[in-house]
């Protein structure tokens, strides 16, 4: 089965930078979509960013394109998330999320899932 782990997160200010990283480990498929969502306290978890392994599209929420960069280390077989501009609206509980489905941006295409990671932006 897939694994994936979750890393990065922190406290950070407004206008600052994280990088989130999720390293996939077990089977894995060159057709997989790797996504990133989020969760704030309350709200349902939300599309965030997604890259595909074989074709390296890229897919961006629009509260986020030209902030947040999404990219890929098939070497590590890691996924990182580039986080610029850092908004207190950007605080949440990050996921990793791993699809069988190509282009996946829905929280019902993926199958796998980190643990989570807090990223929390002050103001």
């Known amino acids: 089965q897939v694994q994936l782990v979750e890393s990065g997160g922190g406290l950070v200010q407004a206008g600052g930078s994280l990088t989130l990283s999720c390293a996939a480990s077990?089977?894995?498929?060159?057709?997989?979509?790797m996504g990133w969502f989020r969760q704030a306290p309350g709200k349902e978890r939300e599309f965030v960013a997604a890259?595909?392994?074989?074709?390296?599209?890229?897919y961006y929420e629009d509260s986020v394109k030209g902030r947040f960069a999404i990219s890929r280390d098939n070497a590590k077989n890691t996924v990182y998330l580039r986080m610029n501009s850092l908004k207190p609206e950007d605080t949440a509980v990050y996921y990793c999320?791993?699809?069988?489905?190509?282009?996946?941006?829905?929280?019902?295409?993926?199958?796998?899932w980190g643990q989570g990671t807090q990223v929390t932006v002050s103001s």
């Open positions: 890259i595909s392994w074989s074709g390296g599209n890229t």
């Open positions: 999320g791993g699809s069988y489905y190509s282009g996946a941006t829905a929280v019902r295409l993926y199958k796998y």
């Open positions: 077990g089977r894995t498929f060159s057709s997989t979509t």
